[in-house]
């Protein structure tokens, strides 16, 4: 039996071909888990195709708080016959290998059980219902209640009509003679504890808490070109923009799309757009835009594997420099890369609100991983934060300036249309009133008047969080979703000599980084990229060079296994 | 209204003399003041060339933007503030050449805003190239043995893409000039105007003399409702009509057909997100989805 299994965290793989029905199978699980009273937390990794391939999505169910991604497969729910050949080296003596007896009839292994799920599923009116005999089952296992299970089917195929729900409940119901059955066999011996109060908890997406952001940082305008992993987001806004008072166009590239976001934006709309690397790599010239014509921008990127197309589907942290450096000439910005819902959604009101005050583009850096992650927590928008937009826009007089040069550089934002002024902004060098001009003196006053603000945005930069003991000999650095395995490989090592300074803003860096970096004797960097590009930053900005950098590259999130394994490493070293 | 009115007082003008900007200019601020366009709820967008010039000369709300993309702020502006009357002024580079694919689709997207290309087939401010309206057999010092692409033409292409108003006309005819602004300005939804433009610096073929030899006026009789006649029309090169060739006045434009004014009427920048709406909605992660 698996040691995992009697334990307190059970991690579950569902791995099958792309249009199989894998999303459905997790819609419904992690749904059933939550209200069965268990932590949840999934993560899924796909091929860029619709059809075929192999995809697969962990389910983790736990007595504790989770929030990442491990490599540890307990069970593993095998719905196509490529799926034990994918998943290979992640497969361990411990785990129990469940699918349908016709699909792995040439798989010839002990671990693997066979259960006849489409012949179940053929009697009750189609193979469309092995999935859901499949979740039934695991639901049972997991010692769920059958009326959760069938209130989770219930609001999932409801609107499918009366026949189909009927059929899925069969389903559910047939899973869980199944898993019955496995329980009697006496191979799974499931003890995680419950809690009611997870019943009543949120249960998240990473996109739609980025979603949540944005409509609490006020956007009213978003225009986008489709593209992995930011479609979700464009979607989000698309499906919320009547109730929220939002215009979402699907621009024809991503050029047009943030060139309509700065002139939404311009005429008083806070502006949205969402890309990943090669579709921001078009958007830079614009980046350039924002910062000559101080016009307030947020840009969602979702990061993927490059150089170019690279891995559509898959997470990266690869374009950080990208981000930093874009866009013709020097101009200021911030960088926001959260990495837990709380974060996301705090940082994205707030990158709204940092573009506002300082009239810049600003950057919220994410990735493929935390943008299709779930998992539970209590409450996101807490009675004791009062979400509060600032307001940026002026009413204009007849002797308005657009660009009048003042101490902090951040000259009152008139808008057209708003007061009597008239607003005036170019992409050229300019004057107070926004006219195109080749004085040089001026010219200078202009670049110091634009970088002046970054003095403010430094001021304004969210501080890294450190978690752990204070008195660390190791110091972790990590920045966005890699703050999920991380804090998990901690709370595992239970180590009082290591500690995580997590950045939830990279750019600007925080001014007191070195001070951390110092006081440790080691300092280990895990980022999601070849370069150590946050690592060069750091160096870059403090002349401190982190001594180990963890970089993974394969287009795959770090694991919580991993993380430990480097720390256990360093630690020896120490 | 006096046209005096939208002057730039010390206004810098790069142009050269005798450039066909400079009655394009005179012309729009005339049709402006016809029109009684309050300056105070005017946004001239633009790219970049010579043309892209044009708004620092006429005073007014001013978004001077990057090379070619002048189209889709125009749109946006329009959209999150209807009160606007939002004109883009372009070149042929500008808006024939690296904002091509804008073009294309702020034509599908029909927003209520003007475009007006100031088309003199030659690139102005990098000094001599050949534009996409460029004639064929033309010498630069990029196409040395003469040009050889075939010439763009801007007006068959909105009227492929049922463009919602395609007209020409011709910097050295200021009254029909006029005349046409004024309409694509009334205009509701998208007005393309293409204008024939002397640049007497770098193209010495097609000159004012060449224009007026080479031009002439659609019938009054012409139906710019007429799609494929409209289309036979901005064909012809022989010589080339002047005035409206078409027009589609069943075409939504793009702010009609957008939700947030279904219920209300007032420009974006006045609403405010309930932050009790996002509450709401975040907390109906707490049942069965």
Known sequence: ?574 | MDPEIFDVEGADVAWCPGCGDFPILRTLKAALAELEIDQKKLVLASGIGQAGKLPHYLKSHTYNSLHGRALSPAAAIKAVNRELTVIVTSGDGDMYGEGGNHLMHTIRRNPDITGIVHNNMVYGLTKGQASPTSQLEMKTPLQVEGVSLEPFNPLAVAIALDASFVARTFAGDVEHMKEVFKEAIKHKGFALVDVFQPCPTFNKTNTYRWFKDNTYKLEDSHNVYDRNESFKRAIETEKYPLGIFYKNENRLTFEETLSVYSEESSPLFERKTDISKVKDLIELKRSVQ
Not at chain 1, 77 to 86: E, F, P, T, V, Y
Not at chain 1, 427 to 446: A, F, Q, V, W, Y
Request: charged content about 25%.
């Open chain 1, 1 to 574: 039996m698996s040691e995992f299994l009697s334990g307190e965290d059970v991690s579950i793989v569902l791995c099958g071909e792309a249009g199989q029905g894998i999303q459905t199978v997790e819609a419904i699980l992690v749904q059933a888990v939550k209200l069965g009273g268990y932590n949840v937390f999934s993560s899924k990794e796909y091929m860029s195709r619709v059809r075929g391939g192999e995809n697969s999505t962990q389910i983790r169910v736990s007595s504790k708080r989770i929030n990442a991604y491990v490599d540890r497969i307990d069970i593993l729910i095998a719905i196509s016959k490529g799926a034990i050949n994918h998943l290979k080296e992640r497969i361990s003596e411990n785990t129990i290998i469940i699918g349908d007896e016709e699909t792995l009839k040439d798989v010839v292994r002990p671990d693997v059980i066979k259960i006849p799920f489409l012949k179940i599923a053929k009697s009750i009116g189609g193979p469309i219902y092995a999935n859901i005999i499949a979740a039934g089952a695991l639901s049972r296992v997991l010692n769920i209640d059958k009326e959760i299970f069938d209130e989770c089917i219930t609001a999932m195929f409801l609107r499918k009509g009366e026949k189909i729900l009927k059929g899925d409940l069969e389903a559910g119901a047939e899973g869980y003679k199944i898993g019955d059955d496995l329980l009697k066999s006496g191979k799974f011996k499931i003890e995680i504890q419950k809690d009611p109060e997870i019943r009543n908890e949120l249960l998240l997406n990473g996109i739609d808490v980025f979603g949540y952001g944005c409509l609490a940082g006020g956007v009213k305008f978003m225009s986008s070109y489709p593209m992995t992993p930011t479609t979700s987001l464009q979607v989000f806004i698309a499906r919320h923009s009547k109730d929220f008072d939002i215009i979402f166009e699907q621009a024809e590239d991503e050029i047009a799309a943030i060139n309509m976001g700065l002139g939404a934006s311009y005429a008083g709309a806070r502006a949205l757009t969402a890309t990943s690397g090669s579709g921001f790599a078009l958007m830079t010239e614009a980046v350039g835009l924002s910062g000559m014509i101080e016009t307030p921008i947020v840009i969602y990127i979702g990061q993927r594997p490059g150089p170019a197309v690279g891995l559509p589907t898959r997470t990266a942290q690869e374009d950080l420099n990208l981000v930093l450096y874009s866009g013709p000439g020097e101009t200021p910005r911030a960088i926001f890369a959260p990495g837990n819902f709380e974060d996301a959604f705090y940082m994205t009101q707030r990158a709204f609100n940092i573009a506002d005050k300082y009239q810049i583009p600003v950057f919220i850096l994410s990735d493929q991983y935390m943008a299709d992650i779930y998992y539970n927590i209590p409450y996101l928008m807490t009675k004791e934060v009062k979400i509060e937009n600032f307001e940026s826009i002026v009413k204009t007089d007849e002797k308005y300036r657009r660009f009048e040069i003042i101490e902090d550089g951040i000259s009152p934002r008139g808008i057209p249309g708003f007061g009597d002024g008239l607003v005036v902004v170019d992409s050229d060098e300019h004057d107070e009133e926004g006219h195109i001009t080749e004085d040089l003196n001026l010219r200078t006053k202009m670049v110091e008047k634009r970088l002046k603000k970054l003095e403010g945005i430094k001021k304004d930069v969210v501080p890294p969080e450190l978690i752990g003991p204070l008195d660390y000999k190791i110091l972790v650095i990590g920045w966005g979703s890699t703050y999920g395995p991380i804090k998990e490989a901690l709370d595992k090592l239970k180590s009082n000599e290591i500690a995580f300074l997590y950045f939830k803003q990279v750019y600007p860096l925080y001014e007191n980084t070195l001070n951390y970096l110092e006081n440790a004797q080691k300092t280990i960097i895990f980022e999601n990229n070849a370069n150590s590009q946050f690592g060069n930053l750091i160096k870059l900005e403090t002349g401190f060079e982190v001594h180990k950098k963890a970089l993974k590259y394969n287009g795959m999130p770090f694991s919580v296994e991993e993380v430990m394994e480097r720390l256990k490493n360093i630690w020896e070293e120490l």
